[in-house]
Nanobody, 128 residues
Framework: QVQLEESGGGLVQAGGSLNLSCTTPGRTSSPYTMAWFRQFPEKERALVAAFTWTGDRYLPDSVKDRFTISGDSAKSTVYLQMQNLKPEDTAVYYC??????????????????????WGQGTQVTVSS
């Protein structure tokens, strides 16, 4: 397991943008897949983006037109850039890491169960 530190959550108006950061102080590298999940109240964590240090990316159709995931290996940091935010994007966002193939994720219904390393979560609130 690896340590993950998230930052960048907060309050934003609908239509606005927010950038989240996830830093791995212990430095991760291939073959870790990095991912962002979000959790609505009383719901399971849902995958919103995944990234590998070799540049592969996966975003579900529900967010791929508005969210972008990227990484800076020199800083051991993965970013989630969210644009045109909507009130329904309000959730706690979590960073996660696991040694698995990113190609696994589109086929898995409960992707969060595959990840063992998690950040503490950061609240994103979008006001209407």
């Amino acid at each position: 397991q690896v340590q993950l530190e998230e930052s960048g959550g907060g309050l934003v108006q609908a239509g606005g943008s927010l950038n989240l950061s996830c830093t791995t102080p212990g430095r991760t590298s291939s073959p870790y897949t990095m991912a962002w999940f979000r959790q609505f109240p009383e719901k399971e964590r849902a995958l919103v983006a995944a990234f590998t240090w070799t540049g592969d990316r996966y975003l579900p159709d529900s967010v791929k037109d508005r969210f972008t995931i990227s990484g800076d290996s020199a800083k051991s940091t993965v970013y989630l850039q969210m644009q045109n935010l909507k009130p329904e994007d309000t959730a706690v966002y979590y960073c996660a890491a696991e040694r698995l193939s990113i190609r696994t994720l589109p086929r898995v219904l409960r992707a969060w169960t595959l990840f063992r390393s998690w950040g503490q979560g950061t609240q994103v609130t979008v006001s209407s």
